[in-house]
């Protein structure tokens, strides 16, 4: 995009976070809830950009001077003012760019929170210790990062591991950052399970959802069947007395959710429930922006090794991310939680090819 018009684009905005910001102070939308939230988050994401506008023209202006005053100066004064023009001059790039990312368009989703599945793939059991390896990875993450963590349902193992695991994640920047998650994960490592040493490859899969609320996703009962059976754990033992554990099945899509970490039947309904309308949301977004198949499935594809997203090599510390081409030596470190660098990263890579495919 020229300087020109650029500097259109951020005149508009400019006109429309003064006309929001007078329409804030009406006491009829402060009577309508609804519009009155519509546009305080509308004058939420214009104010950074007017800030960083204002903070732009300033440089501009400062720059301009500065110019203006090398010709008149001499000598060591010359010098100086050309120190100024130059740290203005990177002042104005640095906006600049800024303004840039700011004017990309905005995810749907960012303002969501997620709905993360993870299940053991390719592997066998050392699979399912994986998926728990994941698990904890991604808790310990949460916690770093001051997000809430919620498990929701999973299904342990003899030896351990999750076969399956359901947890939701709440809190700023949550699906800006999880939604690079999604994938086929493939670890290389000597099992529990081996005598001989030898290093096996295993995978585990990881969907993540964005949370939808009942009032976006209205669910008809005649299209749910509702099954209730008794809790059930490692090997397939009995874990509880009651029927509480819940099995719905939404019959025009056939997706199937099941429940039953919690003792009250009535508490496994409404967190399958509120999977369920995750799953039927992303199938929405899907397929309202033409794709041919549900954005679940094409995060975890198969699940087979091949189709990995990222690679956790035990023996040499390893992780490679195979979408950057990123590779760091300190996986004890990432599975205790600390995801920064290669979320930051894949952060950084997804803005920069956004810019790249934009006309800004």
Do not use: C
């Not at 009155?36 to 720059?63: K, N, W």
């Not at 001989?196 to 299209?223: F, K, W, Y």
């Amino acid at each position: 995009m020229a300087a020109h018009d650029l500097s259109v684009r951020l005149n508009g905005l400019q006109r429309e976070f003064e006309e929001v910001e007078a329409r804030l102070a009406d006491p009829a939308v402060i009577a309508d809830q609804t519009r009155y939230v519509e546009l305080s988050r509308r004058y939420s994401e214009l104010q950074p950009i007017v800030e960083r506008t204002a903070q732009l023209i300033e440089a501009e202006g400062d720059l301009e001077a500065a110019k203006e005053l090398i010709s008149l100066g001499s000598g060591e004064e010359r010098d100086a003012l050309r120190a100024d023009a130059a740290e203005s001059e990177s002042a104005v790039d640095r906006l600049v760019e800024e303004l840039k990312l700011l004017l990309l368009p905005k995810d749907p989703n960012d303002d969501r929170n997620v709905i993360v599945e993870i299940r053991g793939a390719e592997g066998g059991e050392e699979a399912n210790l994986f998926a728990r390896n994941l698990f904890e990875l991604y808790r310990a993450y949460s916690s770093r990062v001051g997000w809430s963590f919620e498990t929701m349902s999973s299904s342990p193992t003899e030896m351990g591991g999750l076969s399956d695991v359901t947890f939701r994640l709440a809190g700023p920047g949550v699906w800006s950052r999880m939604r690079f998650e999604a994938g086929v994960h493939r670890v290389q490592r000597v099992p529990v399970t081996e005598s001989q040493g030898r290093i096996h490859t295993s995978s585990a899969t990881v969907a993540v959802l964005p949370e939808a609320d009942e009032v976006e996703v209205r669910i008809d009962a005649n299209d749910l069947t509702i099954d209730v059976y008794r809790s059930s754990g490692p090997g397939g033992q009995s874990v509880n007395t009651t029927d509480s554990a819940v099995r719905i099945t939404h019959l025009p899509t056939g997706l199937v959710v099941a429940m039953q970490d919690e003792k009250s039947q009535l508490q496994n309904r409404a967190k399958a429930l509120q999977v369920l309308r995750a799953r039927l949301l992303k199938l929405e977004q899907d397929r309202q922006a033409g794709e041919a198949s549900g954005q679940r499935k094409a995060q975890i594809g198969g699940g087979g090794r091949s189709e990995k997203i990222r690679t956790y090599n035990f023996k040499e510390n390893r992780v490679s991310d195979h979408r950057i081409g990123l590779t760091v030596y300190n996986l004890d470190r990432v599975l205790s939680g600390e995801l920064d660098e290669i979320s930051d990263a894949l952060v950084a890579d997804d803005r920069a090819k956004q810019l790249s495919d934009s006309e800004l």
